[in-house]
């Protein structure tokens, strides 16, 4: 299935979180904690959209081993993380992977907040994510 940021357009807003790689530690508890908390970014009428590079089937295996209920959305071609300039050159000797960063996108499309932390290691700042969306309500 393609995930399309315009299909929030006029309706919600997106929080966009791109991260290194699937099964790795750092990812895992960002993205349980995220899908524990699901209903806060619901509430402050907010998809939650997480991007790696890792293949869908990667992906898909990781969500369901982790019990992760935000959508997916692989970056095989690396063509998003380009486009957004969050490309960590040569993670592990893995290759070139995303880096970890958040964005948060307005129904009309327009980046209100954007984060890309010091290392893959370091999570974003998700309380400044929540008061963004708090503000775009």
Same mark, same amino acid.
């Given at each position: 299935?393609? =995930?399309?940021? +315009?299909?929030?357009?006029?309706?919600?807003?997106?929080?966009?979180?791109?991260?290194?790689?699937?099964? $790795?530690?750092? /990812?895992?508890? @960002?993205? /349980?904690? *995220? $899908?524990?908390?699901?209903?806060?970014?619901?509430?402050?009428?907010?998809?939650?959209?997480?991007?790696?590079?890792?293949?869908?089937?990667?992906? @898909?295996?990781?969500?369901? %081993? @982790?019990? *992760?209920? #935000?959508?997916?959305? +692989?970056?095989?071609?690396?063509?998003?993380? %380009?486009?957004?300039? =969050?490309?960590?050159?040569?993670?592990?000797?893995?290759?070139? $992977?995303?880096?970890?960063?958040?964005?948060? #996108?307005? %129904?009309?499309?327009? *980046?209100?907040? +954007? @984060?890309?932390?010091?290392?893959?290691?370091?999570?974003?700042?998700?309380?400044?994510?929540?008061? $963004?969306?708090?503000?775009?309500?």
């Amino acid at each position: 299935m393609d =995930v399309k940021l +315009s299909n929030n357009f006029g309706k919600k807003n997106t929080v966009l979180l791109f991260f290194p790689a699937a099964f $790795t530690g750092v /990812c895992t508890t @960002e993205l /349980c904690d *995220i $899908t524990s908390g699901l209903g806060a970014y619901s509430g402050l009428n907010a998809d939650v959209v997480a991007v790696s590079v890792d293949t869908p089937f990667a992906q @898909e295996a990781w969500a369901q %081993k @982790e019990k *992760i209920g #935000i959508t997916l959305a +692989s970056d095989l071609n690396k063509q998003t993380i %380009k486009a957004y300039d =969050v490309v960590f050159p040569m993670l592990a000797g893995a290759g070139d $992977t995303a880096a970890r960063a958040a964005f948060v #996108i307005d %129904k009309q499309g327009v *980046i209100q907040y +954007s @984060e890309q932390t010091p290392t893959p290691k370091d999570l974003p700042n998700f309380q400044a994510v929540k008061d $963004t969306l708090a503000r775009l309500k």
